[in-house]
């Protein structure tokens, strides 16, 4: 069974610019989930889907940043425009949540951002 | 709001040595406690999760035991390999979505 994928693996843009990133879940798992790292400090919630609704986006730096998952399947995350303080490692993960048992999230490899 | 932390940041042992590896929280209202490992430019795989209502979990050479109400777990690496070399991450389950994260133990395991 393939682990949760995210593309691309690096990415270099320009202060001003547009970037996307994508997350491709794990098959089946309803829940998906966005973090990032900064230089220096600790991994930090970004947001929360379940399914292709947002149950929680209380992490999101402010409104240069979209996500969206339409369909329930993959996610992207926008950034629009880039700033330098948005560089860091991007990740996903995914869950297959069951009843009142919290499950363990997967992570995927991470976009290495860099903003120029 | 609840903060995470690992103490020490790096450890250099000898292979063949056990070792623990600390994490502690400040809110004792989790759902649940992750450690992983990340190794240099990867994704971090998950280890071990204990449960709110569990005490400990195993899985091999790996023990993490979790004590909520002093807001701390360890993980126990028995017999270390330099194959073990790589920063050790704990995270806490926080309000039943978000996991937040301790800096992370940097291991280094000498042959």
């Known amino acids: 069974e393939a682990g949760v994928t995210q593309f691309p693996s690096h990415s270099v843009i320009e202060k001003g610019q547009t970037v996307t990133l994508r997350c491709d879940p794990i098959?089946?798992?309803?829940?998906l989930y966005w973090y990032r790292r900064v230089m220096g400090k600790e991994i930090k919630f970004l947001l929360h889907?379940?399914?292709?609704?947002?149950?929680?986006e209380s992490g999101m730096p402010n409104n240069r940043f979209l996500a969206e998952r339409t369909g329930g399947t993959y996610s992207t995350l926008k950034v629009q425009p880039a700033e330098l303080e948005d560089s860091g490692v991007y990740f996903c993960a995914s869950s297959q949540e069951s009843g009142l048992v919290f499950e363990t999230q997967y992570f995927g490899p991470g976009t290495r951002l860099l903003v120029l | 709001k609840q903060e995470v932390t690992q103490i020490p940041a790096a450890l250099s042992v000898p292979e063949g040595e056990n070792l623990v590896l600390n994490c502690s929280f400040t809110?004792?209202?989790?759902?649940?406690l992750q450690w992983f490992r990340q190794d240099p430019g990867k994704g971090l795989t998950s280890l071990l999760l204990i449960q709110s209502s569990q005490r400990e979990q195993t899985s091999g050479r790996l023990n993490a035991s979790l004590d909520k109400s002093s807001g701390r777990s360890t993980l126990y690496i028995a017999a270390s390999q330099p194959g073990d070399s790589a920063t050790y991450l704990c995270?806490?389950?926080?309000?039943?979505?978000?996991?937040?994260f301790g800096q992370g133990t940097r291991l280094t395991i000498n042959p």
């Open positions: 098959s089946g798992h309803d829940n």
């Open positions: 889907f379940v399914k292709e609704s947002k149950q929680d």
């Open positions: 995270a806490a389950r926080q309000g039943a979505q978000k996991l937040v």
């Open positions: 809110d004792s209202a989790i759902y649940n």
